[in-house]
C-alpha cells in the first residue's frame, strides 16, 4: 500500500536558521509528489509539486526540495527561516484517481 | 490558480442534528472532490471520493450514512454529517484537482475547511 512517511513530528528551529523537512514516499516508479502548509484552523495551501525533469523544485515563500529516486524522498528545505513559518507541513503523493497520501506531518516552531 | 471555496468555515450544531458543508470549485470544473477529516494535531485522513453524477466512494471504515455526499454539478459537492454527536466533531476540508502551472489536473486545490463541533 502506498504510504508517506514524515519521520519527525516536530522541529525547532531558530528564525534565520535553515529547516530541513524530510518525506518518504513508497509508491510508482514516478511518483508525483507535493509539499503543504498549514496554519492553524486554515486549509493548505502548495509550496511546491515534482512530477518530472529537474529534480531540485522552486516553490514558494522561498521552499525549495530535493527528489532523490535512490532514497525514495523529497525533502524540504529553506536556507532561512522566518517566524512566519511556523506551521504544519505535510508531504504527499498522488496516486490512482488524483487521491493524496499524505505524511504524518511535521510542526515547525520557530524560535526568536 | 484554482480556487476552492468550502462554507461554512466553522459550525456548532446540537447532537442529533445534521450539518451540510458546501465545497465549490470557484473557476474550474471538478469532476471529482475528495473530502478529508482532519483531527487536531494529526495528519489528513481521506473519507471519499465525490463523483458528478455518481455515488461517492468511500474509503474503509467510513459510514456512508453517516456522512451523506452529494455531487450534483461539476462546481459543487457537499458532505452532511448526519445525526451529528461529539465524536463527529473534527476540522472537515474538501480538495479538487485543478489547472496547475503544469496543466490540466496536476495540482489539488484544498477548501479552508470547517471546524464543526458538536455539543
Known amino acids: 500500500a502506498q504510504s508517506v512517511t514524515q519521520p519527525d513530528i516536530h522541529i525547532t528551529v531558530s528564525e534565520g536558521a535553515s529547516l530541513e523537512l524530510r518525506c518518504n514516499y513508497s509508491y510508482g516508479a514516478t511518483p508525483y509528489l507535493f509539499w503543504y502548509v498549514q496554519s492553524p484552523g486554515q486549509g493548505l495551501q502548495l509550496l511546491l509539486k515534482?512530477?518530472?525533469?529537474?529534480?531540485l523544485v522552486q516553490g514558494i515563500k522561498g521552499f525549495e526540495a530535493e527528489f532523490k529516486r535512490s532514497q525514495s524522498s523529497f525533502n524540504l528545505r529553506k536556507p532561512s527561516v522566518h517566524w512566519s513559518d511556523a506551521a504544519e507541513y505535510f508531504c504527499?503523493?498522488?496516486?490512482?484517481?488524483?487521491?493524496?497520501?499524505f505524511g504524518g506531518g511535521t510542526r515547525v516552531l520557530v524560535k526568536p | 490558480g484554482a480556487v476552492v471555496s468550502q462554507h461554512p468555515s466553522w459550525v456548532i450544531c446540537k447532537s442529533g442534528t445534521s450539518v451540510k458543508i458546501e465545497c465549490r470549485s470557484l473557476?474550474?470544473?471538478?469532476?471529482?472532490m475528495f473530502w478529508y477529516r482532519q483531527f487536531p494535531k494529526q495528519s489528513l485522513m481521506l473519507m471519499a471520493t465525490?463523483?458528478?453524477?455518481?455515488?461517492?466512494?468511500?474509503e474503509q471504515g467510513v459510514e456512508k450514512d453517516k456522512f451523506l455526499i452529494n455531487h450534483a454539478s461539476l462546481t459543487l459537492s457537499t458532505l452532511t454529517v448526519t445525526s451529528a454527536h461529539p465524536e463527529d466533531s473534527s476540522f472537515y476540508i474538501c480538495?479538487?484537482?485543478?489547472?496547475?502551472?503544469?496543466?490540466?489536473?496536476?495540482?489539488?486545490?484544498f477548501g479552508q475547511g470547517t471546524r464543526l463541533t458538536v455539543v
Open positions: 473557476d474550474f470544473q471538478a469532476t471529482t
Open positions: 515534482y512530477f518530472s525533469g529537474d529534480t
Open positions: 504527499a503523493e498522488k496516486a490512482a484517481g488524483n487521491k493524496l497520501t
Open positions: 480538495s479538487a484537482f485543478g489547472q496547475g502551472k503544469g496543466g490540466m489536473n496536476t495540482e489539488a486545490f
Open positions: 465525490s463523483n458528478e453524477g455518481s455515488k461517492a466512494t468511500y
